[in-house]
């Protein structure tokens, strides 16, 4: 319910924070890499957040299940009955972790009926978080401030196009295309969503596939600004609707007077 994510707010910051402290213990070791069945990589830093950000959620919610990237594998059968869960990320943008560029995120969303009801993001290595919750807000912390965030209403021109580092295709080059003058700010995990919430791009297309857990908690913080997270049809992102986690393709945009979809068509 609405009346109590203001308070759980600040407490899952926190536990975002703590699993962000776990990764760069991995981060700043020789880590092994290891490949999932999926072919996606694997890390001890994955476990690590995992396993942290499952006991404390466990501590703060205890009546809340868990959904995570990392336990993928809980049949549809049992979490279609959930109406309230947490969707969980430990370790967002894996192969950003591997080259070190510090673009990764950890993400944790309540999703409430299907939608995103809050949001944490914490970016480890630049020790900052985007969190957001329905009738609170959304916010930027760094540095021991926090600052209230907003998507750009009107996009600007030339169009900021934010991007992903590891993943670019077909689709996107005519998206592109269509839209005309554009700078690319290239950019890994969930923070392409973010830097929209925070008006630093005008629209993320994500024309590949993505999975639940990769955007929920980053939409919850764009649509808190203002922002829209839409499929192709225009329609708001959904979470545990079916037993298949892959999201369909979607745009991220902040203008809502544009037809973004249509550089799709």
Not at 110 to 126: A, D, T
Not at 205 to 214: C, H, K, N
Request: contains cysteine; proline residues 6%; glycine residues 8%.
């Amino acid at each position: 319910m609405l009346a109590d994510l203001d308070n759980l707010l600040d407490p899952v910051v926190a536990i975002a924070r703590s699993a962000g402290r776990a990764i760069l213990e991995v981060y700043e070791s020789e880590f092994e890499v290891e490949t999932k069945a999926d072919h996606s990589p694997l890390t001890a830093a994955d476990r690590a957040a995992h396993e942290l950000i499952l006991r404390e959620l466990g501590h703060l919610t205890p009546e809340i299940p868990v959904w995570s990237e990392e336990s993928a594998a809980i049949p549809y059968e049992e979490r279609c009955q959930w109406s309230r869960f947490w969707l969980v990320d430990p370790l967002d943008g894996t192969r950003e972790f591997i080259k070190r560029n510090g673009e990764f995120t950890v993400n944790i969303a309540l999703i409430e009926r299907h939608e995103p009801m809050l949001g944490v993001v914490h970016v480890p290595v630049q020790a900052t978080d985007y969190s957001a919750a329905r009738g609170v807000g959304a916010f930027r912390e760094r540095d021991g401030t926090r600052h209230a965030i907003k998507v750009n209403g009107r996009a600007r021109d030339p169009v900021r196009v934010v991007g992903s580092r590891s993943h670019r295709g077909a689709s996107l080059e005519s998206f592109l295309h269509q839209l005309g003058p554009h700078e690319m700010v290239p950019m890994g995990s969930s923070l392409k969503i973010c830097l929209v919430a925070s008006g630093d791009a005008d629209i993320y297309p994500r024309l590949g596939p993505t999975s639940e857990w990769d955007t929920a908690a980053a939409q919850a913080v764009v649509e808190c600004a203002g922002g829209y997270v839409v499929d192709l049809d225009g329609q708001p992102l959904q979470y545990n609707t079916k037993a298949d986690v892959l999201n369909p393709f979607f745009l991220v945009y902040g203008d809502p007077n544009r037809d973004w979809v249509a550089y799709t068509r």
